[in-house]
Every structure is written in C-alpha cells, then in structure tokens.
C-alpha cells in the first residue's frame, strides 16, 4: 500500500477545494463554449505551485515528488469535466517533461519558465493526418537553412492548440527514414507561418480546445531544438510515458466520482415502492465495478513508486492505460444505463461522461497500440 504523506492529504485537499471552486461551476459554460480560459485558470493554479509539482525549483517548479502528480490528476479527473483535467495534464505532463529533461538552460528559461508560472500555455503537436499511431510516417518537415529550422507541414488533434503559446513539435529533421530521423522543437505560436487552421468539433472532452495546425515555411532557431537532434522520437516515448500515467490518474478520479453519483442517486430514485439501490443486480454490479477500480487505483500506485524509484516504467504505463480506457468505457455505459432515460438527457453528467470516456481508449497510444506494445514487451510478437 503507498504511503502517503501528510503533505499530500494537504495537497489533496488544496487541489480538490480548488478544482470545486474554480473548474465544477463553470462545466456547464466550458462545455458549450468548446474550451476553457486557460491562460486565467493556469494563471490562478501556478499561484498555488500545481503547474509544476515535480520540476526544478530553478526553473519554477516545486520539487516534489511523483506521488504529488498522482494526488493533482486524481483530483482533477474527481471534480472534472475531463476536458478541462486533460488540458491541465498536457500543460503539466505532455508538452513539458521532454523540455524539462532534455532542452537547454536557455531554452528552459524561455519556455519552461513561462509555462510553469502561469504565463504560458502550451501544447504538444505529433499526430498527423497521415500519421498517427506510426510515429515514424510523419511528414511535418524541419529543413536547417543557417542557423534556423524551416518547418512545413500539419499536425491534427492538438489538445490546447487554439490558445497555445508554443507547442512542442516532433517533425522530421532528417532523410533517414523510421526512428532517427524525428526531432523535438519549440514553436512559437506567434511565428510568422504559424496557423490554427480550425477548431475540432468532437464527440466528447468539449471542454478542451483541440485544434488542426499547419506550418508554411516557419522559421525558427535551431537552438530550439530540444536535446539532440534525430532523438527525438526516443524523447516523444518518454514524454508519452508521463502522459499514460496521467491519463490513468485523471480515469482513476472520474470513474470514482461517477460511481459514486450513480449510487446515490439510486438510493434516492424509487421504483415499485423502493429505492433501485435495493435491486440486487444494481449494486453488485457497482461493487464490481469499484472493486476493479481500487485495482487500478493500487496498481497506479505500485507505477509511481516504481517512477519514483527510478525504474522502467513502460509496461506499467501501458498496462495502465490500457485497462482505464476499457473500464471506463464500462463504468460510463453502465452508469448511464442505471440512471434510464434521464441519464440519456444532455443535462445530466452521465451523458457527458458516456462522450468523454472513449477517449482513454484513444489519447496516448490506442488500446491496439498498447496491446502491440505489450505483446513486444511480453515476447508475444516478434
């Protein structure tokens, strides 16, 4: 069992008073708007040092430790909406930890910094039309002219893409073909051939802004490379790693708040003269339900300290994710399905969650993309 601090309760119960005054009321207004204002809510959370729990002081983080990211997701995915805890963790755990563990003192000053502190938002730009799960087909070109990169091409279903302030890009930097030829760059948003060419209209996450870029003759440093160039695609891994480990803790938190509710509400809602609750069938179906969940949850734990400890955590990351995706889509059906006809009314939160849910399924690597990675990692695929 982890051991959690008291600092930790305290940081539980900092983020969680937080996210219900300043994220729960204005779900309502986020989701119809398609995006959150995230240039004033990260403002308002770097206040409170949650921008960057584990980052060097040096460069305005907090120097915590992995467990304290746990507590930050879990909260966020408790209050919710899922958008708005997904475009909090690419700020925090997507479009950072390569800059943070890999880029410059300078660029880390420029970039880093800002993001931290509130003043930046940020974004991290891979998928591409072409070119989603296989990392290695992207076209986004990085050509060196000089001292400059000039960058062509365009990235899809960029989280937080319309009100970026810089996006870390993985494009191609060289002709050699597969893994080495991809590399890491800072892109100013506003750099002159730079576009936001629309905003996605999606099924679910609507609180979050998720974009299509494109790049016409972009220039910028070379110097804002992010480590060494031709490793970025080895640096993307890694930083995807961070992502599926949010992505798992944000699930853990939604899934329990959304058993949670159903269950009171079926202790309220009566039918033939008692409340559903009653139903055998209905609550054991719940605790199921919950009993897979706390096996998530410790299994999340038993990542983080393995992250903590400094060790591999790749499968853990993997397996992770991949069984949050499905068992929220689970928990989402299952709650709309107990609540009837009214959980299928747009003004309840289950037909929100029902949206949401696929996207565990999807972000950070698909669960057919897990399972091939597993298979390789298990030896059940050459």
């Not at 073909?177 to 890491?184: A, D, M, T, V, W």
Request: proline letters at 4%.
């Amino acid at each position: 069992m982890v051991a959690f601090s008291d600092e930790h309760h305290m940081l539980r119960r900092l983020v969680r008073d937080f996210a219900e005054k300043e994220i729960g009321p204005y779900t309502v207004a986020w989701e119809a708007n398609g995006s959150f204002p995230a240039h004033e809510l990260f403002a308002k959370m770097a206040a409170l040092g949650l921008l960057g729990l584990e980052y060097d002081p040096a460069y305005g983080g907090q120097g915590a430790d992995h467990l304290c990211t746990v507590v930050l997701h879990e909260e966020l995915g408790r209050v919710g909406p899922a958008g708005v805890a997904l475009g909090i963790a690419v700020q925090t755990d997507m479009a950072t930890p390569s800059l943070h563990h890999f880029g410059s003192d300078e660029l880390k000053q420029r970039y880093l910094v800002p993001a931290l502190n509130g003043e930046a938002v940020c974004s991290v730009a891979v998928t591409e039309p072409d070119a989603g799960s296989d990392v290695t087909a992207l076209r986004t070109r990085a050509v060196r002219d000089g001292d400059d990169w000039v960058i062509n091409g365009s990235k899809h279903y960029v989280t937080n893409g319309t009100q970026a302030d810089w996006i870390c890009l993985l494009a191609r930097t060289s002709d050699e073909p597969g893994y080495g030829g991809l590399s890491q760059i800072v892109v100013p948003t506003d750099t002159p051939g730079f576009q936001v060419q629309r905003r996605l209209d999606k099924l679910g996450m609507r609180s979050s802004d998720t974009a299509e870029l494109t790049f016409t003759d972009l220039r910028v440093p070379a110097s804002n490379t992010i480590g060494t160039p031709g490793l970025g695609f080895y640096q993307q891994m890694s930083q995807f790693q961070n992502e599926r480990l949010a992505l798992g803790y944000i699930a853990v938190g939604a899934m329990e708040t959304a058993l949670t509710r159903t269950a009171d509400y079926l202790k309220v809602r009566h039918a033939f003269g008692r409340p559903l609750i009653d139903n055998q069938h209905l609550g054991f179906t719940l605790a199921e339900l919950s009993a897979r969940l706390d096996m998530l949850r410790q299994y999340n734990y038993a990542a983080a300290e393995a992250y903590m400890r400094g060790e591999d955590v790749d499968r853990f990351a993997t397996v992770g994710k991949l069984q949050a995706g499905r068992l929220a889509r689970e928990i989402a059906a299952t709650c709309l399905q107990f609540h009837g006809a009214v959980g299928y009314m747009e003004e309840m939160w289950t037909a929100r969650f029902f949206r949401d849910s696929p996207v565990w399924s999807i972000g950070g690597g698909t669960d057919e993309i897990m399972l091939y990675v597993l298979s390789r990692l298990d030896g059940y695929h050459a």
